[in-house]
């Protein structure tokens, strides 16, 4: 079993930066492949990037370049560095968690954060 609790999110405007932090209980965050996922109203949920168990990572074309995930395996969190921001950002971000390979269908996770709003104004 895996407890996720996201935080980090709030209002900022296009261009500026936010970290997002998932902290992980229960399981050593470095056991599981790590995802963000994001939604926007009226949206299906969207895959933002994943740090696999070995530290591999992998993104979404849309945040490529902009976004950085890293995990601190002492603290049992995931960040998820957002630069560069843009108005199509503007969702709520959840951490999830397999404890096999990563995916990016969110059907795939079994663990899941509340989430944390994050609005990009322009």
């Known amino acids: 079993q895996v407890q996720l609790v996201e935080s980090g999110g709030g209002l900022v405007q296009a261009g500026g930066s936010l970290r997002l932090s998932c902290v992980a209980s229960?399981?050593?965050?470095?056991?599981?492949?790590t995802a963000w996922f994001r939604q926007a109203p009226v949206k299906e949920r969207e895959f933002v990037g994943a740090i696999m168990w070995s530290g591999g990572r992998t993104y979404a074309d849309s945040v490529k370049g902009r976004f950085t995930i890293s995990r601190d395996n002492a603290k049992n969190t995931v960040y998820l560095q957002m630069n560069s921001l843009k108005p199509e950002d503007t969702g709520v971000y959840y951490c999830?968690?397999?404890?096999?390979?990563?995916?990016?269908?969110?059907?795939?996770?079994?663990?899941w954060g509340q989430g944390t709003q994050v609005t990009v104004s322009s």
């Open positions: 999830a968690a397999r404890a096999l390979a990563y995916s990016s269908s969110h059907e795939d996770y079994g663990y």
């Open positions: 229960g399981r050593a965050a470095s056991e599981y492949a």
